[in-house]
């Protein structure tokens, strides 16, 4: 399978799951690849892919001065592999990026999408932390990658700016700046994401069987009491009587 021509390489391809013995085969050899892993290559150079059963992958392309314009003018001279599941900065990078593309996506589907809120500039954004080997500073990338972990460590107890800001690259001044700059400080878009959470959980029936001070501390709130004021102050309505409403509809 020879490369596509045009203005489109480089590209990324993070593949998931549904397959076994992935292999990226490029002029200089190959690359084995993996479920939850992405290759980053010039799609204008010679390329084959082969895998033995049925997959689902994400391609991203942009073109190549852009790529250029992104790395500092360094082409991609051979394929690069990143491992979704490692702690690297770069690798939480490409983690909120893939996130970032599949959920605008799934949102056109659906018919969600709102045009004035295109993905396209922070993707590029990370994709050039990426491309740079994370020379370009503190931007929008880094936001998005800092809110991506969040999402996945929203449960965690010992979720903090120290550990935020060692996983996605910078540092903890860089990381309270670019969250400030977007609204709230770090401290408190954790507070607002894990309300948010245990309201979805509360008004769903599907966990009625799950106590307010379970959800509480699953969620990271050191007292019930303390959760039960926050939330309040944050939606109007107690935990509880937001739970029972939602249990009442049910028998309707």
Same mark, same amino acid.
């Given at each position: 399978?020879?490369?596509?021509?045009?203005?489109?390489?480089?590209?990324?391809?993070?593949?998931?799951?549904?397959?076994?013995?992935?292999?990226?085969?490029?002029?200089?050899?190959?690359?084995?690849?993996?479920?939850?892993?992405?290759?980053?290559?010039?799609?204008?150079?010679?390329?084959?892919?082969?895998?033995?059963?049925?997959?689902?992958?994400?391609?991203?392309?942009?073109?190549?001065?852009?790529?250029?314009?992104?790395?500092?003018?360094?082409?991609?001279?051979?394929?690069?592999?990143?491992?979704?599941?490692?702690?690297?900065?770069?690798?939480?990078?490409?983690?909120?990026?893939?996130?970032?593309?599949?959920?605008?996506?799934?949102?056109?589907?659906?018919?969600?999408?709102?045009?004035? #809120?295109?993905?396209? @500039?922070? !993707?590029?954004?990370?994709?050039?932390?990426? *491309?740079?080997?994370? %020379?370009? =500073?503190?931007? &929008?990338?880094?936001?998005?990658?800092?809110?991506?972990?969040?999402?996945?460590?929203?449960?965690?107890?010992?979720?903090?700016?120290?550990?935020?800001?060692?996983?996605?690259?910078?540092?903890?001044?860089?990381?309270?700046?670019?969250?400030?700059?977007?609204?709230?400080?770090?401290?408190?878009?954790?507070?607002?994401?894990?309300?948010?959470?245990?309201?979805?959980?509360?008004?769903?029936?599907?966990?009625?069987?799950?106590?307010?001070?379970?959800? #509480?501390?699953?969620? @990271?709130? !050191?007292?019930?009491?303390?959760?039960?004021? *926050?939330?309040?102050? %944050?939606? =109007?309505?107690? &935990?509880?009587?937001?739970?029972?409403?939602?249990?009442?509809?049910?028998?309707?």
């Amino acid at each position: 399978m020879s490369a596509s021509s045009g203005n489109i390489p480089p590209g990324w391809w993070p593949s998931s799951s549904h397959w076994k013995g992935r292999r990226f085969y490029h002029r200089d050899g190959h690359e084995s690849l993996k479920p939850g892993q992405a290759v980053i290559y010039d799609a204008d150079l010679p390329f084959m892919r082969g895998f033995s059963k049925g997959l689902k992958e994400l391609v991203l392309t942009i073109p190549r001065d852009d790529y250029l314009e992104l790395s500092g003018g360094t082409p991609l001279v051979r394929p690069r592999v990143v491992d979704f599941n490692q702690g690297a900065a770069g690798n939480q990078q490409m983690r909120a990026l893939a996130r970032l593309v599949s959920d605008s996506l799934a949102g056109r589907a659906r018919g969600e999408s709102d045009p004035g #809120a295109c993905p396209e @500039g922070s !993707a590029l954004d990370m994709l050039g932390q990426l *491309a740079s080997g994370g %020379r370009g =500073g503190a931007g &929008p990338g880094h936001l998005l990658a800092a809110r991506n972990y969040i999402e996945e460590h929203l449960h965690d107890p010992e979720l903090h700016v120290s550990g935020i800001s060692a996983a996605i690259g910078i540092s903890e001044r860089q990381l309270s700046r670019i969250f400030t700059e977007a609204g709230d400080p770090p401290g408190g878009y954790i507070r607002q994401r894990r309300l948010e959470t245990a309201r979805d959980l509360l008004a769903d029936p599907a966990h009625g069987s799950r106590s307010v001070g379970r959800i #509480a501390g699953e969620l @990271g709130f !050191a007292s019930q009491g303390y959760f039960t004021r *926050a939330f309040k102050a %944050r939606f =109007g309505v107690a &935990p509880l009587a937001l739970r029972q409403e939602a249990l009442r509809g049910t028998d309707t």
